[in-house]
C-alpha cells in the first residue's frame, strides 16, 4: 500500500532565542553539560520536554544513582565534579542515601535518590549557574549555517507554536540522539538485528512489610515468582527483576517490568510499550500479593511518568567505545570521565538480565572525548545514552553517574570552543582535563 504525503507548506517562524550553547535533553547529561556551560560564561539554555529535569532518574523514576563506583570490594569512587555537588545539594535535602550494596550483586553499589526532589534541585541548581531553561519543548528540526556540516540551532514545537532557537554550539543530551539524527549524523540502533534492549515501566508500590522484606533476597524473588508463573495465572514472563526500598521512607520499587521488540523512537510502538508495561505492573502486583513475604497488602502508589528507555540510537562519532574496551578497563588519552558499571543487558529474546563485569576487580574504563563528537557536524556535541558506543558498550556507559561524567566534559568543550571561537575537533582533550581536574572531576583513581 502507497504511503500518503503531503507538502507542508512554506512558512517564516520566529527566532526566539541566541545563545552560545544550545542543550537538548534534561537528563543528567543535560543538567551537568549546560551547569559546565554556563559556570564557564557560555550564554546557555537547557530545553526539555518534560516539566522538569532528570530525564530517565524522574520521568523514568529509576530512583538510584548507579556507576559512580568500581565493582569489587574497594567500589573506589569515580565520578566526582558537578555529579557531587548536585549530590551534595540533595543531601541537604534528605533525598539521597549513602552507599548501599545491591541486592542483585555484593560488588555492586549504588545510592538511592526520591525522583521528585530531585527534579527541584536539579532546576535550582542549574539556574543558580545562570542556565537559562525552556520545559515542555521538543527540538524538531535543524537549522544549517552550512548544509551538513554546520548548525545555526534548533526548530522546536512546543504550546507557544513552532519557532526557531540559535546556538554557536549544540549539545544532544536527548538519550535518543534526536538532534544528532535529524542532523544526518549516522547511528546504530540495537545490537545488529535491529533488536534494543527491552523497556521497562518503573512502578513503585505502598503497604509493605519493611521487616519481612529485609530478608527477601533477589533469588527468593526469582524462586517464589517461577511458582506464580507454573500457575498459569499471572500475565508476565520476566522474573528475575529488582525490587528495593526506595525513598521516601515507605517506598518500594519494582524494577522487574520487560516489553520486548518496541522502539521508543517510534510513538505508535512507544504508545504499545506504555499500556503493555502498565498491564505487566498489575500482573505483578497480584502475584507479589500473593508469594512474597511482607507484600500481603501492597498497594500500587505511582507509575513512572514514561516508560524506560535504555536503548535507542547511538551516534557514530570519531571512536565507538567497544565492549572490549569496557570489560578490559581500556584507558585512552583524551579520557573525559571513568566508568566500571557491568555490562547489563536487558535481553528482550530472553526476557532476563545478562551481567557482565569487568575482568578486573575495581578496575575501570575511560570514556574518550571523541566519543562525543558525532561524524560530519562541526559544531554538535552527544553527551549521555545516545554516546558513540557499541550496543555492548553502551549497556555500560547508559548509567546516570557516566551521563553526568560526559555531559560535564561536553559542556567544557562546548564553552572553551566559544570562547576561543575554535572548532570543538581543534580544541585539545587536555585543555578539557586540566578544567575537569580543577572542577573536581575523578579522571584516574
Known amino acids: 500500500m502507497a504511503v500518503k504525503k503531503i507538502v507542508e507548506e512554506a512558512r517564516e517562524i520566529e527566532v526566539k532565542g541566541e545563545y552560545d550553547v544550545l542543550v537538548i535533553g534534561g537528563g543528567p547529561a543535560g ?24 530525564g530517565m532518574g524522574t520521568a523514568g523514576m ?3 544513582f548507579c ?6 570490594r574497594l567500589q573506589k569512587l569515580l565520578v566526582g565534579g558537578i555529579a557531587s555537588t548536585l549530590l551534595g545539594r540533595l543531601k541537604e535535602r534528605g533525598a539521597v542515601s549513602e552507599k548501599g550494596i545491591s541486592r542483585v550483586d555484593p560488588r555492586i553499589g549504588s545510592m538511592r535518590f526520591n525522583p521528585e526532589i530531585f527534579k527541584l534541585v536539579a532546576e535550582e541548581f542549574v539556574t543558580a549557574a545562570g542556565v537559562d531553561l525552556l520545559f515542555h519543548t521538543f527540538a524538531v528540526e535543524t537549522v544549517w549555517e552550512k548544509k551538513g556540516s554546520k548548525l545555526s540551532g534548533v526548530i522546536v514545537e512546543n504550546k507557544s507554536g513552532r519557532s526557531a532557537l540559535f546556538g554557536k554550539t549544540v549539545i544532544d543530551t536527548t538519550g535518543d540522539a534526536d538532534v544528532a539524527c535529524r542532523a544526518g549524523v549516522p547511528f546504530e540502533i540495537g545490537d545488529g538485528t535491529g533488536k534494543a534492549q527491552a523497556l521497562t515501566t518503573m512502578f513503585r508500590m505502598i503497604h509493605v512489610d519493611a521487616e519481612k522484606m529485609r530478608d527477601l533476597t533477589m533469588t527468593a524473588v526469582k524462586t517464589l515468582l517461577e511458582e506464580a508463573l507454573k500457575t498459569g495465572e499471572y500475565g508476565f514472563k520476566r522474573i528475575d527483576g529488582i525490587v528495593n526500598p526506595a525513598l521516601p521512607q515507605g517506598i518500594v520499587s519494582a524494577n522487574i517490568i520487560n516489553v520486548p521488540d518496541l522502539l521508543a523512537i517510534d510513538a505508535w510502538q ?30 500500587l502508589s ?38 566500571a558499571w557491568p555490562v547489563e543487558i536487558h535481553d528482550p529474546v530472553a526476557r532476563r538480565i545478562e551481567w557482565k563485569f569487568l575482568e578486573n576487580e575495581d578496575d575501570y574504563y575511560a570514556i574518550p572525548m571523541r566519543c562525543l563528537l558525532p561524524r560530519n557536524v562541526e559544531n554538535l556535541l552527544v553527551a549521555g545514552r545516545c554516546m558513540s558506543a557499541s550496543h555492548v558498550a553502551q549497556a555500560s556507559t547508559r548509567v546516570i553517574a557516566q551521563a553526568f561524567a560526559m555531559g560535564e566534559a561536553g559542556g567544557i568543550l562546548a564553552a572553551q570552543s566559544v570562547n576561543s571561537k575554535l572548532p570543538l575537533r581543534e580544541i585539545p582533550a587536555a585543555s578539557v582535563q586540566k578544567e575537569l581536574k580543577q572542577q573536581g572531576a575523578i579522571l584516574g583513581v
Open 31 to 54: 543538567i551537568a553539560a549546560s551547569y559546565a556551560a554556563a559556570r564557564a560564561g557560555a550564554r546557555t539554555l537547557l530545553v526539555e520536554r518534560y516539566g522538569f529535569l532528570g
Open 62 to 64: 529509576v530512583g538510584s
Open 67 to 72: 556507576g559512580f563506583f568500581t565493582t569489587g
Open 270 to 299: 512507544l504508545t504499545r510499550a506504555e499500556m503493555e508495561g502498565r498491564r505487566q505492573a498489575f500482573e505483578y502486583i497480584r502475584a507479589f500479593k500473593r508469594y512474597l513475604p511482607g507484600f500481603e497488602h501492597v498497594e
Open 302 to 339: 505511582s507509575f513512572a511518568p514514561q516508560i524506560g528507555v535504555r536503548e535507542t540510537r547511538r551516534v557514530q562519532g570519531q571512536y565507538v567505545l567497544q565492549e572490549e574496551d569496557v570489560l578490559k578497563g581500556r584507558k585512552f588519552e583524551d579520557a573525559i570521565g571513568l566508568g
